[in-house]
């Protein structure tokens, strides 16, 4: 009898002989470490889990993973995984992508690989910066930037990565930060679990050309008054002793509120399983940058019928109609031409 029991396994067997080739002190580390501590409680194997990427530092990883990788060309690290998991359904896809490779170049192949609801975990390191190329402004920079590439100041308004993943229907959208690994490794494991598009936007430090951009946000010191989490189906409330909270306003606009002048009722109850998303997308706009109250945590968690398995309905019920019984043989075979 063939044993078909998933081995176990620990980070080490996740971690190809390569040596990691970072820059000291990028938050990279930390994503790369959860990721790796993170496989061996899926109980899922090697063999069928792959990484795919584009072109950045954050593309790299795929190098750093004792499994299969593609290090694939600039944004059209969605392309190749889709094709991929479309194909092989039985595999584990992740794309790893940075901010510059998913939202400048690659915006296109992003937006529609979450509408489509393709199959796969997109890992999105948000640095604000193009880090491999030497620290030009990137879609996520802020207005006022000043960098090689804007030495006058950024005039471009940012992306907000989890607005765009909701505006493009994204089933899962969640949001997490290098500084902290129980709630990465969490988020990640919600994100790989999910059948569907599964986008996870990371704070990510770049310390060497856009150090302690997520600082105000992400220090230690600050973090209970400054990240909103997002637990479903409870209030939103936050800051050390909970005092801080949630509502929506006339307008439908979320805005933070001291909790003691509007009551504990008057406070928004996360819902990430409701289909609209509105709810979702307000809490996506309350921070106008990383120095305001930031919500992390999963934004939207909902079921659909996921791109692939529709394909392959749509493939099978071909197969099945009249007079195509002979489809595959003809899809298999060479060239044929008939002169007449």
């Excluded at 060497?208 to 010191?221: P, S």
Aim: glycine share 10%.
């Amino acid at each position: 009898m063939t044993d078909t029991a998933t081995p176990v396994t620990t980070r080490k067997d996740w971690a190809s002989d390569q040596e990691v080739r970072w820059c000291p002190g990028c938050g990279d580390y930390s994503i790369l470490a959860a990721v790796q501590m993170l496989l061996p409680e899926l109980g899922v194997r090697r063999e069928q889990t792959v990484f795919v990427s584009g072109i950045g530092c954050a593309a790299r990883f795929p190098y750093y993973m004792n499994t299969y990788g593609v290090h694939s060309i600039h944004g059209r690290a969605p392309a190749f995984a889709t094709g991929l998991a479309v194909s092989r359904p039985d595999l584990d896809v992740w794309v790893v992508t940075g901010d510059g490779d998913a939202l400048s170049i690659g915006g296109n192949h992003l937006i529609h690989a979450l509408r489509r609801n393709v199959n796969i975990t997109i890992l999105m390191f948000n640095n604000q910066i193009y880090g491999l190329t030497k620290g030009q402004f990137s879609p996520t920079s802020e207005v006022g930037k000043v960098t090689k590439s804007t030495p006058f100041g950024s005039l471009a308004t940012p992306f907000n990565p989890v607005s765009l993943a909701l505006g493009a229907e994204a089933t899962f959208v969640a949001r997490t930060h290098d500084m902290d690994r129980k709630h990465m490794m969490e988020t990640f494991r919600r994100a790989h679990a999910h059948k569907g598009a599964a986008f996870v936007e990371i704070y990510q430090n770049c310390n060497v050309f856009n150090d302690g951009a997520f600082e105000r946000i992400t220090g230690k010191d600050v973090r209970s008054s400054m990240l909103i989490p997002l637990v479903h189906g409870q209030p939103i409330r936050f800051g050390a002793d909970g005092e801080k909270g949630v509502v929506m306003d006339s307008q439908g606009h979320a805005r933070v509120v001291d909790v003691d002048s509007v009551g504990e009722d008057a406070l928004v109850i996360h819902d990430e399983a409701r289909e609209d998303p509105g709810l979702a997308f307000a809490l996506s706009r309350l921070a106008n940058g990383p120095y305001e109250p930031t919500p992390i945590g999963v934004f939207r968690a909902v079921a659909k019928a996921d791109f692939g398995s529709g394909m392959a309905g749509q493939v099978d019920k071909a197969r099945r109609e009249p007079g195509v019984e002979g489809l595959d043989e003809l899809l298999r075979s060479g060239s044929t031409w008939t002169i007449g």
